[in-house]
């Protein structure tokens, strides 16, 4: 009997024990949780407290606050590029129309036949248009880009049905090099 006594006593006060133990856990966990509960309202009244401080202040989120700037800087670079390739158009149609100014009077005749021709005009046109790509394109591409290179053919080819154009339109004047006509008519 006594084997057995010893093992019920023994079971009872285990069993005890391990509800006991159980009890304290539950109770720490609870007083955790409480903690937990506690900290979590803490850091939303502090997080209230930081935005009401921030725009009483007017002060900023310095995260948000690099990325518009970036975009700004950004942004007037583009500018910039623009500008730039604006101007250098504008410095080219200045020599332009200086060289204009020392025309003979068969070349004249010659580029006002042509500027009157529609077909002449909508080549410029072209050649005008495939140079800013071109322009564009350079600033952001290297040379050896195929865009570029492209671009490039594409300019070469317009030269030539301007040059083939100016030709027949010319009846026979021979005074504007093909180098300065370009610049003459993109006036």
Known sequence: MRPFLFRTTQKVYTDYNREQQEKRLQKGLAGIDEQVDNIRKSISEVSESIELFRRKNNLFDV?????????????????????????????????????NLNLSSQDAILLTRLNQSPR????????????????????????????????????????????????????????????????????
């Open 63 to 99: 995260t948000q606050r690099v990325t518009e700037v970036t975009a700004a800087l950004n942004g007037i670079e583009q500018q910039k590029r623009t500008a730039k390739l604006e101007l250098d158009q504008a410095i080219t149609r200045l020599e332009s129309l200086q060289q």
């Open 120 to 187: 002449y005009q909508a080549l410029v046109l072209e050649m005008q248009s495939i140079e800013v790509a071109l322009n564009r394109e350079k600033a952001r591409f290297q040379s050896a880009s195929p865009i570029v290179e492209a671009l490039e053919l594409r300019f070469s080819q317009q030269q030539n049905s301007l040059e083939e154009e100016r030709r027949s339109g010319s009846s026979g004047f021979k005074g504007i090099s093909k180098s300065n006509e370009k610049d003459k008519l993109i006036i």
